[in-house]
């Protein structure tokens, strides 16, 4: 069983930086791709980011690109997610996810794992 506990999320003003972090326990993190998703207020889960076990391959959605970077490192079977120039927009509930593959997905049904997701406001 694989489990993902995210930290890292807060309250920032507009503009401003956050860095999440998901730890995960179990093996084989380095086959695993991993992913970003993030759920707004009323609103259903949103692709933010995912990253390939070998870490060698990202894709951002294009709300976030050039503003948020998905990294990994599997010495220490942890994902993060640098948030700069944070928006109001981007207030929500922030999930990490994991997969068996190793293939990136932008498809929130093709992850297996979830973690319970950590709040992030950003105000103006």
């Known amino acids: 069983q694989v489990q993902l506990v995210e930290s890292g999320g807060g309250l920032v003003q507009a503009g401003g930086s956050l860095r999440l972090s998901c730890a995960a326990s179990?093996?084989?993190?380095?086959?695993?791709?991993m992913g970003w998703f993030r759920q707004a207020s009323g609103k259903g889960r949103e692709f933010v980011a995912t990253?390939?076990?070998?870490?060698?391959?990202?894709y951002s959605a294009n709300s976030v690109k050039g503003r948020f970077t998905i990294s990994r490192d599997n010495a220490k079977n942890t994902v993060y997610l640098q948030m700069n120039s944070l928006k109001p927009e981007d207030t929500a509930v922030y999930y990490c996810?994991?997969?068996?593959?190793?293939?990136?997905?932008?498809?929130?049904?093709?992850?297996?794992?979830w973690g319970q997701g950590t709040q992030v406001t950003v105000s103006s």
């Open positions: 996810a994991g997969r068996r593959g190793p293939s990136t997905s932008i498809n929130s049904n093709d992850y297996e794992y």
């Open positions: 179990g093996r084989a993190f380095s086959s695993s791709a």
């Open positions: 990253i390939s076990g070998s870490g060698l391959y990202t």
